[in-house]
């Protein structure tokens, strides 16, 4: 058993009893615009405190950590991971660029887009070719969970159960924030729209894999990306699965596809709740 754990943070401990409490006696839609209007406060403060953060130090940080920051406060709107994932998502594709490890980078759930375009920024600055960025997602929001997902009756220590439809990120919203507002390089960015159960079985790839980022919670949506695509990915490759400790039928699908392989990579944690790991052969 390896010592990979969700750490919430003191907000989350503090808002988790009331909001547990609330979500009981108020009807569903209100209940969920309240969850949605305190999420939207919470997130803007963390982005502020972050830039205060960085910016109390920033006379002692390399410039490599200047832009890391700069980067996770500019996409810190646009994702559901917060900080810590998108700084994981940075070093992630640091390390593939500076080991010229051949392939291209892949997300298995994007949402917003918030992590796909840090690692398309990253992979800008680098002093490595423009890497192809495939991104894999309904935008339609999440599927129903399956049995796989619940251990004692829950997906995962949430707040709240996450149901059908959410997690939605729109692909209008994702193409408007890579190529309008970032300018990233739309022949280099494939996005493919639809359940992982259809689009990832039949997807072939004309080139290996640098990075595989694995961000769709469940069971099926973590075990389908892993099955299909890590024939594909190179030696040295990373496999980064940002719901290892957060959903039960993440960490699941993971260990059972862990415990198949000959090579045992060794999970590392990405400070939130995450794990990654490098493929050894
Ligand atoms: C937690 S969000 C991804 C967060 C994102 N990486 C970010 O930076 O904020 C999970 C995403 O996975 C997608 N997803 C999960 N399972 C899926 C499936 N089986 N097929 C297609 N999309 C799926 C959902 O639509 C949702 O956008």
Request: charged content about 20%.
């Given at each position: 058993m390896n010592k990979i754990t969700y750490n919430?943070?003191?907000v989350n401990k503090i808002v988790k009893k009331p909001l547990i409490?609330?979500?009981?006696?108020?009807?569903d839609i209100f209940f969920k615009s309240l969850l949605s209007f305190i999420h939207t406060v919470y997130k803007f403060?963390?982005?502020?405190i972050y830039l205060i953060s960085f910016l109390s130090k920033y006379f002692f940080l390399s410039k490599e950590k200047k832009i890391k920051c700069m980067f996770v406060f500019k996409l810190f709107p646009f994702t559901m991971g917060g900080s810590k994932a998108l700084e994981?998502?940075?070093d992630m594709i640091r390390y593939v660029d500076e080991n010229k490890i051949e392939g291209g980078i892949v997300e298995c759930g994007v949402a917003e887009g918030g992590t796909s375009a840090i690692m398309a920024l990253t992979n800008r600055i680098s002093n490595f070719p423009t890497r192809n960025?495939?991104?894999?997602d309904s935008f339609e929001g999440l599927p129903s969970p399956t049995s796989e997902d619940f251990l004692n009756g829950k997906?995962?220590?949430f707040i709240r159960p996450l149901d059908k439809g959410d997690c939605l990120g729109k692909i209008e919203d994702v193409k408007y924030l890579l190529f309008e507002k970032l300018k990233l390089n739309v022949s280099k960015i494939k996005l493919v729209k639809g359940w992982f159960q259809d689009t990832i079985p039949i997807?072939?790839?004309s080139e290996k894999i640098?990075?595989?980022r694995l961000d769709g919670d469940w069971y099926d949506s973590t075990k389908i990306p892993l099955e299909n695509f890590f024939g594909n990915i190179s030696v040295g490759g990373v496999i980064i699965i940002d719901d290892y400790a957060t959903c039960y039928g993440s960490r699941k699908a993971v260990d059972e596809f862990i415990s198949n392989i000959s090579s045992k990579p060794e999970l590392k944690p990405d400070g939130r709740g995450g794990a990654w790991f490098i493929k050894k052969a």
């Open positions: 919430p943070g003191v409490f609330l979500k009981k006696i108020l009807p403060i963390k982005r502020y994981n998502a940075f960025l495939y991104l894999f997906t995962g220590d997807f072939k790839f640098a990075v595989l």
